[in-house]
C-alpha cells in the first residue's frame, strides 16, 4: 500500500455528506446498493480476465471505462483526479462557484483509470485528460478528505479553505 | 493532444456502434473492399429501423428547453453483410427554432442533460448519438455537426469536454472559442461560444480521416 493524493472538484458540500458514486444517487435504480455492487463486480471481473489475456473482456473493459467517464448511472465510482486544475475545473463547472477537495488515501484501494488503459493499451480519447481515479462507492476508510476550498472562477478571487481551517 | 484518429477508434470500436466494429473483424471481409465500400456507401441515403434517437427525441421536458429543440429520428445506421460491408448512415438536422442557438434560449439550454433528473436512456441516447456523430461529421455530414453543438449545449461537463477536444482534435474548433485547454473541461463561456457559433458549418469534412480510422483498427482488433 501506497499513499496517495485526489482532487475533486462538487457543486455542493458540507462536512456531514456522504460523497457516493454516481449510482447510488441514481433515482431511476430500484436498489441502488445491489446495483453498486454488481457494477463493481463487473468491472473486477473483466480487468481479471483482460489480465488473464481475454481479448472480448479487453474490449469490453475499453468500453466500460469510457462509458463510466460518460454515463453516470453507470459509474459506481466516486470521481476524483490526480490533477488538481481538472477537479478545479469541475468545481468551477458553468463559470460559478464550488468546492475543490482534497482526498488522502491508498493507491490500491481505487480505480486508475489511465493505469488500467496502459496496463492493456486501450483508447482513452478526451477524458484521459482528467487522469480520473475512481474511488468504489463512497470515499470512506482508507479515503479521506483532508481539506476542502471553496473556489470561485472569476479571476482575482482568491480560495477561501473552509475545511478544516473553517 | 488527441488526434481525431483517436476518436474515430473509440466510436468505431464502441458497443454503442457495436455491428461497424464487428465489420473489421469479420472473417472473410476484404479490407481493401471495405474501404472501398465505405465510400462508394457513404453517401447514398438509406433509411432501416428507428436506432436510438426515440429515446432523446422523447426526453421529459426539461426546464428550459426550446420545445423544438430536438428533432425525431435523426440518424439511423446499420450493417449489412452481403459479400460485402457496408454503413448506411442518415441524417437529418436537429430542428433548431430561429434563435434556439442565440441569446437567452441557448444560455438556458446550458448543461441541460445534465440534471439529475435525467432517465439512463436519455443519458445513454446523447452518449451513443455524440459517438455516431463523430463519425458522420468526419464522413461529411453537416448535420452531425449541428447535433453536436445540440449534444455539446446540454451535455454534462465530460461529454462537453469530449466534444470540445473532438473538435479541437479535427482542427474545427470554431474561431469564436478561445482558449480552451484540453485539461481542464470547457468553461461555460467557451461551451456557449462554440455551440452558438455557425463557424461549424464552413468546417472541412474528411471522409479520408474515416477511412484511415477503419483501416487503424484492423492490427488492433486481431489482438
Redesign the interface.
Known amino acids: 500500500m501506497a499513499g496517495v493524493t485526489l482532487y475533486r472538484g462538487q457543486k455542493v458540500w458540507d462536512e456531514a455528506m456522504d460523497i457516493s458514486a454516481p449510482t447510488l444517487?441514481?433515482?431511476?435504480m430500484p436498489d441502488v446498493v445491489a446495483y453498486t455492487d454488481t457494477l463493481l463486480l463487473l468491472v473486477d471481473g473483466l480487468m481479471a480476465r483482460a489480465d488473464g489475456g481475454d481479448?472480448a473482456a479487453?474490449?469490453?473493459l475499453?468500453?466500460k471505462l469510457?462509458?463510466m467517464?460518460?454515463?453516470?448511472?453507470e459509474n459506481p465510482y466516486v470521481s476524483c483526479s490526480r490533477?488538481t486544475?481538472?477537479a478545479?475545473?469541475?468545481a468551477?463547472?458553468?463559470?460559478t462557484p464550488g468546492y475543490l477537495l482534497q482526498i488522502t488515501g491508498d493507491d490500491q484501494a481505487g480505480l486508475d483509470y489511465e493505469a488500467v488503459r496502459t496496463r492493456h493499451g486501450l483508447?482513452?480519447?478526451?477524458?484521459?485528460?482528467?487522469d480520473e481515479v475512481g474511488i468504489p462507492r463512497k470515499v470512506a476508510a482508507p479515503f479521506t478528505v483532508v481539506a476542502v476550498w471553496l473556489v470561485d472562477?472569476t479571476p482575482g478571487v482568491a480560495d477561501i479553505e473552509v475545511y478544516p481551517g473553517g | 493532444m488527441a488526434s481525431p484518429d483517436d476518436f474515430l477508434r473509440w466510436s468505431l470500436s464502441s458497443r454503442d456502434v457495436e455491428p461497424v466494429a464487428g465489420l473489421v473483424t469479420a472473417p472473410g471481409i476484404d479490407p481493401d473492399l471495405l474501404i472501398h465500400s465505405l465510400g462508394e456507401r457513404l453517401a447514398p441515403v438509406t433509411l432501416s429501423r428507428p436506432w436510438f434517437l426515440p429515446s432523446y427525441a422523447t426526453v421529459p421536458d426539461v426546464a428550459a428547453r426550446p420545445d423544438d429543440l430536438l428533432g425525431p429520428l435523426a440518424l439511423d445506421a446499420r450493417l449489412s453483410i452481403e459479400g460485402c460491408a457496408a454503413i448506411y448512415l442518415t441524417w437529418a438536422r436537429p430542428r433548431l427554432a430561429p434563435g434556439a442557438f442565440a441569446g437567452p434560449a441557448l444560455a438556458a439550454s446550458f448543461g441541460a442533460d445534465a440534471v439529475e433528473a435525467v432517465a439512463p436512456e436519455v443519458e445513454l441516447a446523447g452518449y451513443r448519438l455524440m459517438l455516431a456523430a463523430f463519425l458522420g461529421s468526419l464522413a461529411g455530414y453537416e448535420a452531425a455537426w449541428d447535433w453536436l453543438r445540440v449534444l455539446l449545449l446540454r451535455g454534462p461537463l465530460n461529454r462537453q469536454l469530449s466534444i470540445m477536444g473532438f473538435a479541437a482534435a479535427a482542427g474545427s474548433l470554431p474561431p469564436a472559442v478561445e482558449g480552451f485547454d484540453e485539461e481542464a473541461v470547457p468553461s461555460r463561456r467557451q461551451v456557449l461560444a462554440a455551440a452558438g457559433s455557425t463557424g461549424w458549418e464552413t468546417l472541412v469534412p474528411s471522409p479520408e480521416l474515416l477511412f484511415q480510422a477503419v483501416d487503424g483498427l484492423r492490427p488492433e482488433s486481431t489482438i
Request: charged share 30%; glycine share 8%.
Open positions: 444517487r441514481s433515482a431511476y481479448a479487453r474490449r469490453d475499453e468500453n469510457l462509458g467517464q460518460q454515463l453516470s448511472y490533477s486544475s481538472t478545479r475545473s469541475f468551477t463547472g458553468g463559470d483508447t482513452r480519447d478526451s477524458v484521459k485528460y482528467l472562477p
